[in-house]
C-alpha cells in the first residue's frame, strides 16, 4: 500500500521544479503504462489498483518493475486526469542527446510552445511522420509536464525534444539545409516550389516567430484557407499548422516531388 509520506512525495513530480531536481516524472493511462513496461524506457515503479495488478502479472514479472497496489482514492489524489485510469508509473528521465544540430530529411523546431497539448500533439506528430530530429526552444514547456505526456499518447517513450537555444541552432546549421517556417504571409503550402526536406518551425500561435528567427530562414510557407462564405478563423493553433504542413512535407517526400529548379 501506499503510505502518506510516500504519496506526497509522488504529488511534488506535479511540479516542475521537482521534477527537474529530481529527474523523475509521472505518466499514467492504461494505454501509456504497459507500453512504458515494453520499452527500454527507465521505469522505477507502477501504482496501480488490484484489478490492474491482477490483469498485467505477467508483463510486471518479464520487467521485473516494482510495482505498489493503491487504492482508488490515492489513484485520485495522485493523478492529474479528471478521470484517473487505475495506473501510474514513476519513470527516470532517459539520458538525452547534446543539444547541437544534427541534420536530417525532415527536422521540427518547436518554437516557444508553451501550450502542454501543444507540445504533446506535435511530439506525436513528430512521431506518426518519422521526423528525424525534434528541437524545442530553451522557453518552450519542458516535455515532462504531465498534459504534455497525455498528449503524446506514448511517443514521448521513441521521441523528445532537445531543448536549445533557437537562433544559436539555426545558425549553427548548414546553410544548405533549408529553413522553413509556416506563415500567414509565406508562400501556398501546396503549390509552393521547394523541396521536401529541411528544418521546420512551428512557432506560438499567439506571439508568432521572434525576428531574430525570421531574418534566418529560407522560405516562409502558408496555409491557405478554403471558407465558406467569405468567413474563417483568423489562424490555426500550432498543433494544427504541424499536422498540415508535416503531411504535405511527407506527402512531397514519398512521390519524390523536387523543385523544377533542383
Known amino acids: 500500500m501506499l503510505g502518506k509520506n510516500r504519496l506526497r512525495e509522488l504529488q511534488l513530480l506535479h511540479q516542475k521544479k521537482h521534477r527537474e531536481e529530481q529527474d523523475l516524472f509521472l505518466a499514467e493511462g492504461a494505454k501509456i503504462v504497459p507500453e512504458l513496461l515494453r520499452s527500454d524506457f527507465p521505469v522505477k515503479e507502477v501504482f496501480a489498483l488490484e484489478s490492474w495488478l491482477d490483469k498485467n502479472r505477467a508483463l510486471l514479472h518479464q520487467t521485473d518493475c516494482a510495482a505498489t497496489s493503491i487504492t482508488q482514492q490515492d489513484l485520485e489524489r495522485l493523478s492529474q486526469l479528471q478521470t484517473p485510469q487505475e495506473v501510474i508509473a514513476l519513470c527516470g528521465k532517459p539520458l538525452e542527446k547534446a543539444p547541437h544540430w544534427q541534420s536530417g530529411p525532415l527536422v521540427l523546431l518547436m518554437d516557444s510552445i508553451r501550450d502542454p497539448g501543444n507540445m504533446g500533439t506535435l511530439l506525436r506528430l513528430a512521431d506518426w511522420f518519422g521526423v528525424e530530429a525534434v528541437y ?3 522557453d518552450s514547456v519542458e516535455w515532462t509536464n504531465p498534459k504534455v505526456i497525455q498528449a503524446t499518447m506514448g511517443s514521448f517513450i521513441r521521441i523528445r525534444p532537445v531543448y536549445v537555444d533557437a537562433e544559436q541552432l539555426l545558425r549553427e546549421s548548414n546553410k544548405t ?10 508562400e501556398n503550402l501546396y503549390s509552393g516550389d521547394f523541396p521536401a526536406e529541411g528544418m521546420l518551425i512551428i512557432s506560438n500561435e499567439a506571439h508568432g516567430l521572434s525576428s531574430e528567427l525570421e531574418d534566418l530562414l529560407t522560405r516562409k510557407l502558408h496555409i491557405p484557407a478554403f471558407p465558406r462564405n467569405g468567413k474563417q478563423p483568423e489562424s490555426l493553433n500550432a498543433a494544427m499548422a504541424g499536422a498540415i504542413v508535416l503531411g504535405e512535407f511527407s506527402r512531397r517526400r514519398m512521390l519524390g516531388i523536387q523543385p523544377e529548379n533542383g
Open 136 to 138: 524545442a526552444s530553451n
Open 177 to 186: 539545409f533549408p529553413v522553413y517556417a509556416a506563415d500567414l504571409e509565406g
